[in-house]
């Protein structure tokens, strides 16, 4: 065997081992994006249902705050009769009550 034969067949050789390490690398990453139950995918989309419940949450601990704030309005007896009054429409005995409507 001539030193030319042994050159060619040992880059054959690594050329057969790159294009191997190449398919199964592209497999590889194949089944990890696409089809694997812990897949990239899997995990964008587990990804962007945290962020819309954060922000539900943000908006609910709004919510919580302001009604927390109505409350403490509301514990003065002068302020719970005013909400009465324009929720409700309580009035007192004996007091006639006009809605105006714009």
């Not at 514990?75 to 714009?102: C, M, P």
Request: a neutral charge.
């Amino acid at each position: 065997m001539g030193i030319y034969s042994k050159f060619t067949l040992h880059f054959k050789k690594r050329n057969l081992y790159g294009i191997a390490y190449l398919l199964i690398g592209s497999l590889f990453l194949i089944w990890i994006v696409f089809l694997d139950s812990h897949s990239w995918l899997t995990h964008q989309e587990l990804n962007r249902e945290v962020e819309k419940l954060e922000q539900r949450k943000k908006a609910l601990l709004q919510d919580i705050e302001k009604d927390n704030a109505a409350i403490d309005q509301l514990q003065n007896i002068d302020s719970l009769e005013k909400y009465a009054r324009e929720q409700y429409g309580h009035k007192r005995k004996n007091e006639t009550v006009f809605i105006i409507e714009d």
